[in-house]
């Protein structure tokens, strides 16, 4: 403190008998006392701003209108056309994994049903009854990535990342952010002819189509779709429905029950591996 005492009392004497001196002792000093301080100042704007921005990601989030996704019967039981040639598609073993063929994309089919993950959480909700959105997602990504994931992991991970909805399902952003998240290319389609849907699912492209009441839901429901047959009909894989799967649908009853939703890009977006 004596030390501070007399230099403090030298830069006094010193400021009134040699200013130039003074200020060349004292200016830098100063200088980076600014220069720390505004960094700092920066540094904390930084901070507030990044605060401000995921505040305003989650109250977006929120504001999403969705119906509830809660997994039950459709309430149109049949339409789709049962497929009994192997050459179109079939649900084969692969690895200890359950595939699905014939599409533009071979899918790794998760059930949400399935016991391994069923009662498993996603937030407080479970994957059984709730999980069709991560499903969906979990097959979309493991089928083009490659990705070690599966209903559970990718419940998880879509809860821990904001695309949970408590009590309903997943928020529509559930896509754009998984495929962000996992690097998938993610677009969203408008409306389109059965022609126009039949050419996007070409050329290893899949689809996310969220559904409304009717052949595959009596609520809202995610599904994948995988692939057109020669005779033009659309290939699925559902996550609710092994035989639904395992079904031709025709173009227009797509289409027609799509959810009328237009948040987040919904209610149909494709999907692709990202190019070089």
């Keep these: 403190m004596a030390v501070a005492f007399i230099g403090g009392a030298e830069l006094a004497a010193c400021y009134w008998l040699d200013p130039p001196i003074f200020h060349r002792i004292v200016d830098p000093v100063l200088e980076k006392s ?37 997994a039950g019967e459709p309430i149109i039981q049949d339409g789709g056309i049962t497929v009994q040639d192997p050459t179109i598609t079939e649900l084969v073993i692969r690895d200890g994994q359950e595939v699905l063929t014939g ?28 999980g069709c959105g991560p499903t969906a997602m979990a097959m979309a990504v493991k089928s083009l990535t490659g990705a070690d994931t599966d209903p559970e992991q990718m419940a998880s991970w879509c809860s821990k990342n ?36 039949r050419t996007q699912l070409s050329g290893g492209r899949i689809a996310v189509a969220l559904m409304s009441a009717g052949h595959f839901t009596s609520t809202g429901h995610f599904i994948l779709l995988r692939g057109v047959t020669l005779d033009g009909n659309i290939l699925v894989a559902d996550p609710n429905s092994r035989e639904r799967s395992l079904q031709e649908w025709d ?7 799509l959810s009328s939703s237009r948040t987040a890009g919904a209610p149909l977006w494709l999907l692709s591996k990202q190019t070089d």
């Excluded at 994309?105 to 009854?129: E, N």
């Excluded at 173009?251 to 029950?257: G, R």
């Design 34 to 70: 600014v220069d720390l301080w505004r960094s700092g100042s920066k540094q904390i704007r930084l901070a507030v701003d990044g605060v401000k921005e995921r505040i305003a990601e989650r109250s977006a989030l929120r504001q999403e209108q969705i119906e509830t996704q809660r």
């Design 103 to 130: 599409g533009s994309v071979a899918i790794t089919y998760f059930a949400q049903s399935d016991p391994a993950w069923k009662d498993q959480p996603y937030g407080s909700d479970r994957v059984g009854p709730y």
């Design 162 to 197: 904001g695309y949970w909805a408590p009590g309903s399902g997943s928020y529509h952003s559930i896509v754009r952010g998984v495929a962000d998240g996992f690097g998938l290319q993610c677009s969203s389609l408008g409306s389109m002819t059965p022609e126009e849907l």
């Design 251 to 257: 173009a227009s009853i797509i289409l027609n029950e």
